[in-house]
């Protein structure tokens, strides 16, 4: 297991004036450019991740670690799989100090800023990842991202870890959420091709969609005889 803190974020003022579609110069600009620096001031988002291996598979669930999984599409996405790599990844609780009310500009703005630090924080786990163990192309999948891997699953992948509030500062809920909010958990897994949950995600006007609903490849790969 590898704890990973003191992860650099790159609050550059005028990147986040373009990603915030700020102005340069006018008076957003300068409270932007003052928020930042509370943020870089502040920032201390960490990670988490543990190389598991894979153990008894049946249908519908797969062991990992020694801890049961229950999803079909866990289990066919790890079909060729030995190893595998669950995270957790967090903006910090440092962040969370900060924070405003949502329905204020300034508090769009902060929860942009930690996500940023998310970012960040996940960036360096997959380098890391990369770096010690050269996977190869990975994919990811996390708990709550397909009712086939309900959110209630975090408890299970929690548990790889031991107390995760005391190594980098997030805690589950009891609706299986993550304090604080700007956090993911997950597993990485090495692929030959492409894959994203929201492929077989129906849902909307997704503002987190990566790719196209593809009802086509649950009935072609997931789907019981």
Request: hydrophobic residues 40%; glycine residues 6%; negative net charge.
């Amino acid at each position: 297991m590898e704890v990973i803190e003191k992860i650099p974020v790159d609050f550059d003022v005028d990147h986040v004036l373009s990603r915030l579609h700020v102005i340069s110069g006018s008076a957003d600009a300068n409270e932007l450019s003052s928020l930042v620096e509370e943020v870089r001031a502040a920032a201390n988002p960490k990670a988490v991740f543990e190389v598991c291996h894979i153990g008894k598979r049946t249908d519908d669930t797969i062991e990992i670690n020694g801890v049961v999984f229950t999803s079909r599409v866990l289990r066919i996405n790890f079909e060729d799989a030995y190893r595998v790599f669950a995270y957790i990844a967090t903006s910090g609780r440092e962040l969370d100090e900060l924070s405003e009310p949502g329905d204020t500009i300034r508090g769009y703005w902060l929860a942009e800023l930690k996500q940023m630090a998310l970012e960040a924080a996940l960036d360096r786990v997959c380098e890391r990842i990369e770096t010690a163990y050269r996977p190869g192309k990975m994919a990811a999948m996390s708990p709550g991202s397909l009712a086939d891997w309900p959110i209630s699953q975090q408890e299970q992948l929690f548990s790889l870890f031991g107390n995760v509030e005391d190594k980098i500062g997030v805690r589950l809920t009891d609706n299986f959420l993550m304090i604080p909010m700007k956090s993911i958990s997950g597993i990485f897994f090495p692929t030959g091709t492409s894959f994203e949950s929201c492929q077989l995600c129906p849902r909307e006007k997704c503002r987190g969609r990566r790719a196209a609903y593809a009802p086509q490849l649950w009935k072609e790969r997931y789907a019981k005889p």
